[in-house]
């Protein structure tokens, strides 16, 4: 029996240090009107979970964005050792999903036909989506247009579709705010199960992410237009 067929997959990743970084930046470069706002020369981000940092401003939503293939840039995003954001950009974003820490989405659109679109473009299974909008107990709001919804509602149907179909990487940009008390900890739980079964996580708070329980292995701080690795002691 193969070791990942006895082992959490992030114990194997553990136990494994050939295991490539789940994500690799190298020369990245990021502006805007010709004003630069990043510069990673290069990055290997381990398998895990990941708490990004940085003041207001720094570029921590712009390297999200960067990272999800949202936004253009100079340089190379590689997940896994081999998909390459630029040569691979279907197979790249069927690995990576992103929820947005303030979701904008075309009001007419109800939350339903937004979850049903994005299963689609992610190759999620029916029973996946069914399994999410019942965790969120969602199912009632869902019907109607997403012009109407509280924050936390539309948080709620933007962090549904970060988990939908087969995502090696998760990005959520501010995943705990606005959410009550329940929702926020289905969103650890998640992520919890999530990284059991080897999917990786890079979460950006102004909170800190230790008091919330979550195994966090590393921290992150986007700063003086870089990104860097600092001491963390959880
Ligand atoms: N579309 C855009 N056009 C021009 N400049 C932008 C654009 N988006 C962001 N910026 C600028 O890029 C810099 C980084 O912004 P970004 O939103 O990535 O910061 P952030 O770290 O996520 O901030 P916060 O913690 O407030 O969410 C800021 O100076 C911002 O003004």
Known sequence: MSRERILPAFLCEFLNPSMPAILTL??????????????????????????LKGQ???GKTTLFKVIAGLLPYAGTVLLDGQFDLRRHPVAYRLRVNYGEAEPVYPEFL??????????????????????LIDRFAVADFLKTPVGTY???????????????GNPRLILLDEPLITLDQQATHLVAELIQTGREQGISFLLSSHQDFSLSGLPVESVWQVAQQTLTLVPHTV
């Open 26 to 51: 190298q020369n990245l470069t990021k502006s805007y009107s010709g004003r630069l706002v990043l510069s990673v020369p290069a990055v290997d981000i381990a398998p895990g979970i990941h708490w």
């Open 110 to 131: 109800t939350g339903w036909e937004l979850i049903h679109w994005v299963a689609t473009a992610k190759q999620a299974p029916q029973h996946q989506v069914d399994a």
């Open 150 to 164: 509280s924050s936390g509602m539309l948080k709620k149907v933007s962090i549904i579709m970060a988990f939908l």
């Open 56 to 58: 207001n401003g720094f």
